[in-house]
């Protein structure tokens, strides 16, 4: 490893600007391997423990991170506008606001020659403090943790989880110890038994 100069980085795919880049990363027959890698953006502050980048057998590549965090993370424009177009689709009608991190995250990115759009797969915990989203019906006050399960072909886009909620007002209302399964895409959300259908 070398010390000195801050390291930066802005992937083409992925252009969102990482900046203070620290970790060990080697390089071995067509394969990257990092480990315990920190980096900045703005106030939010990203870590994985380790992953892989490697290319694959029909010329493409495929890239692993596991346990994933972010903390302070800002559902900024220039986050949203980094991500693949599926999931802008879901975000943008969600429109989530409020502090909001990621911890034990597990994600997996594909790039086929055949294929024009990204493929992404991730397993993440968030959690919320005084988070909002702008849903058929808005929900505000969010407190508590979420799990999301999700995939994108590059073109479409799915979510869904389990809500681990303490508090969050709808309509004026607050609802406390919110649990229950959830589903979503580009235009539908479904929480509690039509979600657990989806699922299946």
């Known amino acids: ?10 992937m083409r795919l992925f252009p969102y600007r990482l900046d203070e880049l620290e970790g060990t990363a080697t390089y071995r027959r067509g394969r990257v391997d990092w480990q315990n890698v920190v980096a900045h953006h703005e106030r939010s502050v990203y870590s ?3 992953g892989s980048w490697q290319v694959t057998a029909d010329g493409g590549w495929q890239c692993n991170l596991s346990n994933v965090s972010a903390d302070r993370l800002a559902m900024s424009r220039d986050l949203i506008a980094a991500i693949p177009p599926a999931l802008q689709t879901v975000l943008d ?3 989530p606001t409020g502090a909001i991190g990621l911890y034990n995250g597990s994600f997996t990115f594909a790039k086929s020659p055949q294929v024009q759009g990204l493929a992404a797969a991730w397993d993440v915990t968030v959690e919320c403090q ?4 702008q849903c058929a019906v808005p929900l505000r006050g969010i407190n508590g943790g979420v799990r999301i399960v999700g995939r994108s072909d590059g073109r479409n886009a799915y979510v869904s ?3 681990g909620l303490d508090t969050l007002l709808c309509k004026d209302v607050q609802l406390t110890n919110v649990r229950g399964p959830f589903w979503a895409d580009a235009t539908h959300f479904l929480a509690g038994e039509p979600a657990c259908k989806q699922q299946n």
Do not use: C, D, H, N
């Not at 490893?1 to 802005?10: A, I, K, M, Q």
């Not at 005084?130 to 989203?133: E, G």
């Open 1 to 10: 490893p070398t010390r000195g100069r801050p390291v930066s980085l802005e």
């Open 48 to 50: 994985v423990g380790s």
């Open 93 to 95: 009608k969600l429109q």
């Open 130 to 133: 005084q988070a909002a989203l």
């Open 161 to 163: 989880g389990e809500f």
